[in-house]
């Protein structure tokens, strides 16, 4: 890896440009983009905060109610309801959109807890003709999922690299041909003064790297299916699981049992979960996405499951053990006190 | 075996995980999130954890164990602090720590620690678990100045099954802290935790007034007879026997009765003392039964003589000598070192 700074004129840092350049191709490529169209950014959250400060100026701003908290700490930001399954309903889309000429939307192409896929390409059909523009958080989606997003008519797309197994440090804003981002940091002019600050070479050559990486989305999907009906079995519940929704997710509620002590079970068997979102102190709490979904209580009973690219029967059935055990205990406790 | 310990960040529950770690135990460690400490602290960007977790995670790190935080908040505003403000509206003076091992500590970080797989749970209090012939049995630290137990009534019997309590056989504080530092603990020169963790400054007016205010609203100090003798600022300002705060005329009396309903304090001259205390919510560690036991009636307190009754769910105190009893406050019966249980005084 070159140790120069792309920015730089002398050779090191022009080789440290070519190392830049070309993963933005790469990131072009896979996202049916052009490379002038790609800004490198330090990841989603970022590019989550350019697009909504770039393109949501002078806008009504739409998000869904589940969508990740980069996007719903918006200031002024509208929200908009999804049904119990995590979608959004169309007619809701429509009559925000009427009720708020030329906004800005933000969806995610699938949800990070529940994998839920939204109907980007209603969506974007639907914004288009109302003049509105349509802003897609693909870190999820990415890999998992992938559709031309672009080319169905949405504004910019947003993605990170650790969620596709590239370093953590890295994402980018990938935005339609014509459209003008004004930096939210200027600094050296970057990125084609849309995003000051020298870019984070290693994480951004990661990420490019670790692009298309096959993806076996049947055997993952049915993995994931095998867990959840186990879980089913047991007594939880999951949840967004009658929508479309990607290969490797599956959000288990288990009614009476708080995320937390779930959690903390399943890592002391050496499965790592997750709940909720996490403060900076570590403590959870309860998940937006579920209560939006209406699961009240549950919304804080509930773990997120998603399997790995590589996951095996094995760990499977290292999963499937830990969590009977887990619900065992839990059913004494309720003979106990019964 | 897997062991929970509840690790406030302190000196005393750190070294406690530390001993666990040490005794060959998986030890997991949580942290209870009782209160957001920016919204506490009113910092503008404050994080809603304090000092004390972050010092947790690096004595856990540390020691190489898990750690988690656990929030708590809804049922500590609950069970603790909208309590506390509650119990000073009817006139009482509550004593939270005793509320939050109750219901926090020993009720469900406790619950969850089973949950979760623990075989059992250490926490940092100066108290002692010892086995008897009839089960665990409580008995006081050996330093008589650190001891906890009277904080600790309200823990069951099933509840002191599960638990250990390795800082209760220690001589002092400072045996405490020489074991943190041989640990290499960051901990180990950390000051004590104050009173009241919830009113960092000492004034716990602010959160009753939060809670409820019509326990600050002014009203009458009324003599034993009915004569008005001033005014006062609040009910929630006075605790039987105060002798502070009292208007000019009734200089050299102490606070008799709080009266919630009409907000009067009635104050009288020291020294008449009742020997019959009625308490409410009783945890008996052993056998309910008529006893002769000594009862401490406040944290601080000289042990009393007394004959103690069961009653329900509650217990008559006949005390050989009249003492003054805070209703709010426990009194906690004692056999020797050992705590036969208490009740929280009406």
Redesign the interface.
Known sequence: MAAGNPSSIHAAGRDARKILESARETVAGYCHARPADVIFTSGATEANALALHALGKGRPILIGATEHDSIRTAPGAITLPVRPDGTLAPETLEAALVAHPGALVALMAANNETGVLHDIEFAAKTCTAQGALLHIDAVQAIGRNNRDWLGMGATSISLSGHKFGGPMGAGALIIRQGIEIEALTKGGGQEQGRRGGTQALPAIAGLAAALGEPYEAGKIATFRDEIETFCINLGAIAAGSTAPRLPNTTNLALPG??A??????L??EGIAVSAGSA???????ASHVLTAMGYGDLAGQAIRVSLPWNVTAEAVEKFTTAYA??VK??LR?AEHSA | MKIAVAMSGGVDSSVVAGLMARAGHEVIGITLQLYDHGAATARKGACCAGQDIYDAKRVADRLGIAHYVVDSEARFKKSVMSAFADSYAAGETPVPCIACNQHLKFGDLLEMARDFGAEAMATGHYVRRIDGPNGAEMHQAVDENRDQSWFLFATTRAQLDFCRFPLGGYASKAEVRAVALEMGLAVAEKADSQDICFVPSGSYAGIVEKFRPDALESGEVVAEDGRVLGAHQGIARYTIGQAKRLPDAAAHMVVKKIEPGTRRIVVGPRGTQSKIVTLRDVNWLVEPREIRATAKLRARDTLHPAAITPNGTGATLTLDEPALAAPGQAAVFYDGTRILGGGFII
């Open positions: 049992i708080r937390e002590t779930q959690l903390i079970a890592d002391m403060c900076s102190s570590g403590k959870l709490a055990a887990m205990r839990a406790k």
